[in-house]
């Protein structure tokens, strides 16, 4: 028998209505926000990842999916940021609208080991905002973050914020922290030792218990800001503040990827163990000009869905209300079924019947397992004095009725 590839998971008929009510929070966030919708190919020029996240990021080293056509090189994408830069600058959203905001939901690819939530398929439903430097934009969108997660019945979840600094700000800490991690470098791991020569910003981010002692010994704090980039952080925090959204300052937070600038931010949940994001985000105001883009400002952020459905009170919530489903004993009766199944549909109420010839007690069965709210029972009798059995799955009491009073009873 063949199996689902490791890493990637079949999202079941019983799962799929948790994530529909997921998406459908999602989108009405959003569109409070006035966030606009986009849907990416799921396939990009592998070129375009290289360039935007960094060839030193892990990523980019041990997890990209390559699809290798001829001279041609193409990549699953493993993040949708870089993207959606992509559709914005090849569309010339900037030109015709300037300043936009935009939301996207969908798999993700990363050639990693599964691990609780971490799968190679995966999911994200994130946003960006696009071509602003001002840090209001910020501050709207970690309390976008925030308003997401209390939507999705989460709580206790804690907001890590930092700031990176412009590009000469993060050259400033790059320095700093080369120069009191190389008398050290024997007692850090084997990752973290690349890491001092190719990019010593990711020895914060090492999950190494010995690499992250001797990164807290290094007492940082912002004076690798400069005075604009310090200026900016504070009116983040004070926003913030005003709208009384809990957030604790890390000054050891970093992001993976190298376009990150100025304000960084992630997302953490202790029910999630070791790999404990729920999801991050953060500033990248050079990554459009980079990309062949004018010189203006971006932040975004995404959450990993499978991890939402970790914490998140909605996950066995149940999105159908009334689901009827009809049994018909008889040739008879099952034609009167049919027209009463096409009655029910087009009225709005989901219904449906037994196709297995099964028996009274076997289709009865069969409407539980399937979760039927109510049953219509139609037979030789019913069919005579023009009447149905209508059963309540909830209490189990059942009535009789005739077909318009029944028609009413769903506002048919």
Known sequence: MLKRVPGTKDILPQEVSSWQKIEAIARNTFFRHNYQEIRPPLIEEEALFNRSLGETAEIIQKQMFLIKSGRDVYALRPEGTASIVRAYLENNLDKKYGFMKLYYIGPMFRLERPQKGRLRQFHHLGCEALGSQDPGVDVEAISLADNLLKAFKIDKFQIKLNSLGCSIDKRRLSEVLKGRLEAKAGCLCEDCQRRLSTNVLRILDCKNERCQELVRQL??????????????????????????????????????????????????????????????????????????????????????????????????????????????????????????????????????????????????????????????????????????????????????????????????
């Open 219 to 412: 007492d940082l704090k912002d004076r690798h800001l400069c005075p604009e980039c310090k200026a900016h952080f504070l009116q983040v925090r004070e926003g913030l503040d005003i709208l009384k959204i809990d957030y604790q300052l890390d000054p050891y937070l970093v992001r993976g990827l190298d376009y990150y600038t100025r304000t960084v931010f992630e997302i953490r949940h202790s029910a999630l163990g070791s790999q404990d994001a729920l999801g991050a985000g953060g500033r990248y105001d050079n990554l459009i000009k980079q990309l062949g883009g004018p010189d203006i400002g971006a932040i975004g952020f995404a959450l990993g869905m499978e991890r939402l459905f970790l914490v998140s009170g909605l996950e066995n919530e149940q999105a159908r209300k009334d689901f009827v489903f009809v049994i018909t004993l008889g040739k008879e009766a099952r034609r009167e079924g049919l027209r009463l199944l096409y009655r029910l549909r087009n009225s709005g109420i989901c219904a449906d019947t037994c196709y297995e010839n099964k028996s009274l007690k076997g289709a009865m069965r069969q409407a539980h397992s399937l979760g039927a709210t109510h049953v219509l029972m139609i037979g030789e009798n019913e069919l005579k004095k023009g009447t149905l059995i209508l059963k309540d799955m909830v209490s189990g009491g059942q009535k009789e009725l005739d077909m318009e009073k029944l028609l009413r009873e769903f506002k048919c």
